[in-house]
């Protein structure tokens, strides 16, 4: 069978420890470099991974040079992602770019288009693709359990990005003002960071089907430059959708889920599903059982519980990524999200933006 060799370039977002770990899991993969400008953020995955310091490289085009990888994971700020995606694209590597999709959808085209010129995939990865609870959403809906999916609710974040890094461990937070999460020029803030995930697999559960105007408001922190808070109303031919994102939950839902719980809740035709982040079970209501049931959650099997898996699995068989991490999904998604912005920023509801 194929090896696939696998390098991380930009390590803005702590997921990329996470994604390194499931290319050094994958039986197939060969972990060819890891680059950022600034070593010391290369320094704990180097030593987890025990990536040899010849693999280790603060100059891209030297890592791409040498190392000469079949994908390319980036994880850089937001409003970057463009940028390092046309700097990687002339290289003819498959690319996986960690959520969310980009800063705006001029800037998610210009993504598609870079990696169109080569006939390489561009693949977004959304985490909450690959909670056993949301699979099994989606699953039934398909099925057809609870009929044809009229609204989505969505309600996600955690205590602040600035308290956790790789592997959700535990951080003790900085200075807001000294990260790029909290600076708006990096593309930063809650919106940015996790309404993406809401509008991508909710377009998802939608099969595709895309609204028609966006409401949106975003709190507005003394001395910060970015929202911590936003609730986006999406009206759709078949009613409203709500997308809340929030930074400061009480609690993790990685440790507890706080209340209110972060996950969907999706409303059929002829039922309900409510998935939760990381829990064993979901709750479904139907027309044959309306007091509802808890189903158990469905068991992830290789190649499909985890993106790095799933991404080489549809690379060995020569086929496109699907759902969330298809730039077909996402850019639905980013049109959302690009109309939630503009809605903040005028005070009023807007068309959806293409």
Request: proline share 7%.
């Amino acid at each position: 069978m194929k090896r696939w060799k696998i390098a991380g370039i930009n390590f803005d977002h702590m997921h990329m420890g996470d994604l390194l770990r499931q290319a050094r899991e994958h039986p197939q993969v060969d972990l060819v470099g890891i680059c950022d400008e600034k070593p010391a953020r290369m320094a704990r995955a180097q030593a987890d991974l025990a990536i040899p310091p010849d693999r280790v490289f603060t100059d891209y085009r030297a890592c791409l040079e040498k190392s000469k990888p079949d994908l390319v994971l980036l994880c850089p700020a937001t409003a970057e992602h463009a940028l390092w995606t046309e700097r990687v694209a002339p290289y003819r590597t498959h690319v996986l770019v960690e959520k969310p999709f980009a800063a705006t959808l001029a800037q998610a085209d210009a993504m598609i288009a870079a990696l169109a010129r080569t006939r390489r995939q561009l693949i977004i990865n959304w985490p909450l693709r690959w909670y056993p609870s949301h699979v099994t959403a989606k699953r039934l809906v398909d099925e057809g359990l609870i009929g044809e999916v009229l609204q989505i609710h969505y309600y996600d974040g955690n205590r602040g990005p600035l308290r956790h890094g790789a592997g959700k461990i535990e951080t003790k937070p900085g200075k807001k003002a000294a990260s790029w999460f909290y600076q708006r020029r990096a593309g930063g803030g809650s919106l940015l960071d996790y309404l993406g995930y809401g509008t991508t697999l909710g377009t998802w559960y939608l099969n595709g089907r895309k609204p028609i105007e966006v409401t949106s408001v975003v709190d507005q922190p003394a001395g910060l430059e970015v929202d911590e808070h936003s609730v986006t109303v999406a009206r759709y031919a078949t009613g409203l959708s709500k997308f809340e994102t929030r930074w400061g939950t009480f609690s993790d839902p990685w440790h507890l889920q706080p209340q209110p719980k972060c996950g969907f809740v999706i409303v059929g035709r002829r039922g309900t599903i409510s998935s939760y982040d990381f829990e064993s079970t979901i709750r479904v209501q139907t027309e044959a059982k309306p007091e509802g049931e808890s189903v158990p959650v469905d068991v992830l099997s290789h190649p499909h519980h985890n993106p790095i898996a799933y991404v080489l699995d549809c690379l060995e068989h020569d086929r496109k990524v699907d759902g969330p991490l298809s730039p077909k999904i996402a850019r639905i998604g980013q049109q959302i999200v690009d109309s939630a912005v503009r809605s903040a920023r005028l005070r009023r509801t807007v068309p959806l933006i293409d």
